[in-house]
């Protein structure tokens, strides 16, 4: 049986740190880093306004930066394919391997709390390539139009921060409970793999309000109510996007506590 | 540390060459063509305000009726600036009552850039226009050699031999 977590000296902190230094080790940061950059530096922009009056220059970079941000948002879309990959092979990397070559069964019998050891499996693995992705991106934002970058809007980069979150947080799930499950490093990569892209596929042919339930279709959504009003109210209904919250944000969270509560109660290495 | 630095070189060269090579090069292959068509009444002129990356453009503009005579007047941000607070023209490049025109321009900056097309005759003229963006960004792959510089300079220079200092002895 488990021990209780608030008896054991393993803190959080020092449990994110060993997660971080033993999955971000060099050879994957770098091809994670390559991966990212390779999806969001050809990222194209190319407005056009045609006033009557000449509007001051302000007023321009404020307007272009504007639909810079909207066009760097389809990027987040976009990345679901690659993102899939990244978050297989990191979850399938930190736990089938783990649990394969036996270094679970050993690491548990230390005085560890499993909820602060799976909680610190998530928050890596959810907030490392999130945070790689979002640097990458605002670093394409200020390379390819540096004059725009400081004028485009905090509230829109936040959101669009919010909904890749969201994004990675139900591909996280998912891969993390076929690692959990499988147990076996090149089947659990292959089994998220296979699930991941069959739901992104699913939901092109699914109707109306279901087919907001999954990626890539629920993320786009999110994008269009922000970025997009006018076709949002012309497209969709407030239903479609609360099914698309429910599907990208409650769903995954509910499979994240499932499997923490497996994880802590049943899990036996 | 040593070995820290190292990795952040070679975490440099990646981020150098991805970029490049997604960016700079990529584009080369790929022409982006814009067209618009657009009236402009009588001694009257239109505005279109644009945002150009370091490629090459081409401008072909063509006027009909052949009759028609139109001036071109490219203004980069100095020029948008000068013509909103001072009222001033001060084109970056200009063509004066032509009947069309055909021209390669090389953007100094990415940025905004403001096109005015003048109708200088007593009819209205349909104007149909193309921009036809080619060739290398040259300052992406400017900085893309900077960054690689640098992180080569990272990877190389903490594995060079440095001379330990002589431990002081104290009699």
Known sequence: ????????????????????????????????IAVVLYITVPASFGGSRGPSQMPSLVEMERSFASSWTSALSHNVSTSFMYSVFIFAALASNSLSRDMSRGYMRVLLSYPIGRTKFFLSKILVLLFVPFFIFMCCLLFVAALVFPGLFLHMPPSSVAYMMVVMLVQTFFILAISLSASLYIKQPVMSFLASVVTLIAMDQISFYLSAPYKYLLPTMGTRILMDYHFYPSR??????????????????????????????YFKRRFQT | MRNKVIKVGYLAIIVAVMVAFTRAFVTDSQPATVGSHFEIPPN?????ITIWNT???RVIIDV??????????????????????????????????????????????????AFIIQNNSNQTAKISQRV????LEWDILQFSGVLAIIGVAMSLLPRLPYPKKPKSSHT
């Open chain 2, 44 to 48: 009257s002129q239109s505005i279109e």
């Open chain 1, 1 to 32: 049986m488990p021990e209780n977590s608030s008896k054991t000296p393993g803190r959080l902190s020092s449990l994110i740190r060993w997660e971080l230094e033993k999955t971000f080790t060099f050879p994957t940061l770098a091809i994670i």
């Open chain 2, 64 to 113: 009909s009726p052949a009759t028609s005579r139109i001036s071109v007047y490219l203004l980069d941000e100095e020029g948008i600036k000068l013509l909103h607070d001072e009222e001033r023209l001060q084109p970056a490049f200009s063509l004066e009552d032509v009947d069309g025109c055909d021209f390669t321009y090389q953007p100094t900056y990415r940025g905004i850039y």
């Open chain 1, 232 to 261: 949002f109210e012309f497209q969709y209904t407030s239903g479609d996007l609360l099914m698309s919250l429910f599907g990208m944000v409650i769903v995954p969270a509910v499979i994240l506590i499932v499997n923490l509560v």
């Open chain 2, 55 to 57: 490629r090459t453009v």
């Open chain 2, 132 to 135: 036809i963006h080619q060739g």
